[in-house]
């Protein structure tokens, strides 16, 4: 079994692989961010730190639980605010993810276990992973996705990419680069062929 890491920036289009990947025999893809909201839910060890540390803000919804947009806008619009959150939430997400390795190696059904991550490369995957791919979006195809389909403004969206890696980092820690700026048949075909080739290799 070979685990890949998948990243790349907000609005690259990650979604739409990660479910053709899931539906691939021997293949189990997670969401470090289903992961995350999972580790922040009332009742958790992660969930009582950041109500210590961000209680007085207004980011919960009145069964406790945290309102995601507001929450999305307090860490994305202060960076010290943002490393906080990181700093609480990624180690219990870790946690998960290499108990989940560890327990797919040891069953050994699986011939691929994804895991996509916006942080992948800064949370430092990669001495986890087997190696990592990068879903290659171009900024302007980003924003319009952005607009469209989360209603972001312009500045919302300035904001987000400032706080994300520049292109060049990310392509100097993925062994696959994956181009996503035409159509989803192209981008497959790309997934289809590393596919073929890694099973060949």
């Known amino acids: 079994m070979r685990f890949i890491g998948i990243t790349g920036g907000v609005g690259a289009g ?3 692989i990660l479910s053709y990947l899931a539906q691939k025999p021997g293949v189990r893809v997670m969401l470090a961010d289903e992961i995350a909201h999972e580790q922040m839910e009332p009742h958790t060890a992660c969930y009582d730190k950041i109500k210590e540390h961000f209680g007085k803000l207004d980011i919960f919804r009145e069964d406790g639980s945290f309102d995601r947009r ?3 806008d307090v860490i994305f619009s202060d960076d010290a605010r943002r490393r906080e959150m990181n700093r609480i939430v990624h180690p219990a997400v870790r946690e998960y993810v290499c108990a989940q390795l560890e327990k ?3 069953e050994g059904r699986l011939s691929l276990l994804v895991l996509e991550a916006a942080l992948l490369i800064e949370e430092h995957y990669d001495e986890i992973c087997d190696e990592l791919w990068y879903i290659y979006t171009r900024e302007d195809v980003r924003r ?3 607009k469209a389909s989360r209603g ?4 919302k969206v300035d904001v987000i990419f ?6 060049e980092i990310y392509r100097a820690h993925c062994s696959e680069v994956i181009d996503n700026n035409g159509a989803l048949e192209e981008t497959l075909a790309q997934i289809d062929d590393i596919l073929r080739r890694k099973a060949n290799g």
Do not use: G, T, W
Request: hydrophobic letters at 25%; glycine letters at 0%.
């Open 14 to 16: 990650k979604s739409q």
């Open 144 to 146: 319009e996705r952005l």
């Open 162 to 167: 400032a706080s994300q890696l520049k292109e």
């Open 152 to 155: 972001y403004s312009d500045e």
């Open 70 to 72: 507001k929450l999305a």
């Open 104 to 106: 797919e190696r040891k």
